[in-house]
């Protein structure tokens, strides 16, 4: 007998049937004999559409009562899944975060698990009874519910996972892996059996949302054996696993894109020591996180053009900081847009491989397309470009670094 997490996402819970149908993979776990948690997202699309209803309530609203109100997606399948199972003689109960309770800061919107009390949950699994908790969400101190960031029931089913010392995690999601890519946007995408915990950090952190980062960070951490897989099909997924565990290495083994990013250029920024300082210190005070900066060197000793990155939802936030303070940061003008993507490889063998970024390089000036700002890291290279070349971009290297399926031919 194992214990076990599994975690199924919005497209796995997007109507009864198929509510039904992860109520018949549950039971069957169960009559297996095995203890099972099931960690359930929104019905696709109600998350969205809640975000939606607090925006057109009010573009900058209370953050408090957003999560009140992104949280209530969960409560709807947890509560149907439970009756589900009931109905296949499986017995099950819900829980909301706060039921659990699951404890976490009071960042609303972007809350960090703190702790986890288990008496309840493992009270209820001595019982027999299958645990049915509500992804995504938590408790603060103050008694506030709390949500996770977008993606974020995957971070609470591998937390459920190492707080209740479960053998596995499974996470259930429409696709039947992780990919070399996203298979939406390359056919050719293939499937990895096993990846690295910190290849798939990097995945994550870098657009590809089959994992939420966070969920990839803390399996690492506290070692939780998780897989990812297919809720339609019975087929096998991806172990994600520590670095010893693979045998043959790829120097990229992936590509990512994240279209939520925007550029911001501040142009003829006075040329002095501390400027820098001065132009993000306000934009961290904020939250906001910038990614890549590049500072371009001035023709004439005086002034300077910073550009970099932040992402797109903030990017109204941080705009209207920096027009608030032109006076004081002596900036000529600033240009920005949403219309770019970050286009990233990622792989461990990079460590030991030269001539990878100078590749993705060549890649993209073949297609004719423009590279506005370049990061590196150890396993991972980066750039940003115009939003309408993502599709072009990605596919393009995904074939030159060798990722492509063998076709059949
Ligand atoms: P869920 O609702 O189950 O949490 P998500 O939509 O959050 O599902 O994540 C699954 C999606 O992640 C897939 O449909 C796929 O389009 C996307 N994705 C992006 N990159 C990858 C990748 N490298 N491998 C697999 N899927 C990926
Ligand atoms: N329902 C939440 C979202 O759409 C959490 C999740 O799906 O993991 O972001
Ligand atoms: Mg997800």
């Given at each position: 007998m194992a214990r076990i997490v599994k975690k199924f996402g919005g497209t796995s819970v997007g109507d009864v049937d198929r509510i039904r149908n992860v109520a018949n993979r549950v039971k069957k776990a169960v009559d297996e004999g095995h203890e099972v948690v099931v960690v359930v997202s929104a019905m696709s699309g109600t998350t969205n559409q809640l975000v939606d209803f607090c925006r057109a309530a009010a573009p900058m609203h209370d953050a408090r009562e957003y999560d009140t109100v992104v949280a209530a997606g969960e409560q709807i399948t947890i509560g149907l899944l439970s009756i589900c199972l009931q109905e296949m003689e499986v017995p099950a109960r819900s829980f909301l975060g706060w039921q659990v309770p699951i404890h976490t800061n009071?960042?609303?919107?972007a809350a960090r698990i703190e702790?986890?009390?288990?008496e309840k949950l493992e009270e209820c699994l001595k019982g027999g009874r299958v645990a049915v908790v509500a992804g995504f969400q938590g408790i603060a101190d103050d008694g506030r519910i709390t949500t996770l960031g977008r993606g974020g029931s995957d971070t609470s089913a591998v937390a459920l996972a190492a707080a209740l010392k479960a053998d596995q995690c499974d996470i259930y999601t429409d696709v039947d892996g992780v990919y070399t890519t996203d298979p939406r946007i390359v056919p050719k995408a293939r499937k990895l059996d096993k990846i690295t915990y910190e290849e798939m950090l990097e995945m994550a952190s870098l657009g590809?949302?089959?994992?939420?980062t966070r969920s990839v960070a803390m399996a690492m951490t506290h070692g939780v054996r998780t897989q990812v897989l297919s809720s339609f099909e019975d087929l096998p997924g991806t172990l994600v696993v520590?670095?010893?565990?693979?045998v043959e290495q790829e120097v990229v083994s992936g590509i990512a894109y994240s279209r939520g990013e925007a550029k911001i250029t501040v142009v003829?920024?006075?040329?002095?020591?501390g400027q820098v300082s001065h132009l993000f210190a306000p934009l961290a005070e904020e939250n906001i996180n910038v990614d890549m900066i590049v500072q371009s060197a001035s023709e004439d000793g005086t002034s300077t053009d910073v550009t970099f990155t932040v992402p797109e939802d903030d990017l109204r936030k941080a705009v209207k900081i920096l027009q608030d303070r032109k006076d004081e940061l002596k900036y000529r003008d600033l240009v920005y847009t949403g219309d770019v993507v970050k286009v990233s490889v990622v792989g461990v063998g990079m460590r030991s491989h030269a001539g990878v970024a100078s590749k993705m390089f060549d890649t993209l000036a073949e297609k004719g397309i423009n590279i506005q700002v370049i990061s590196t890291s150890e396993i991972k290279v980066s750039v940003i470009i115009d939003a309408e070349y993502t599709e072009l971009a990605v596919r393009a290297l995904h074939t030159a670094y060798g990722l492509d399926a063998p076709t059949d031919a």
């Open positions: 009071d960042v609303h919107g702790s986890i009390e288990t590809a949302k089959v994992l939420q520590g670095e010893d565990e693979i003829g920024l006075e040329d002095r020591p």
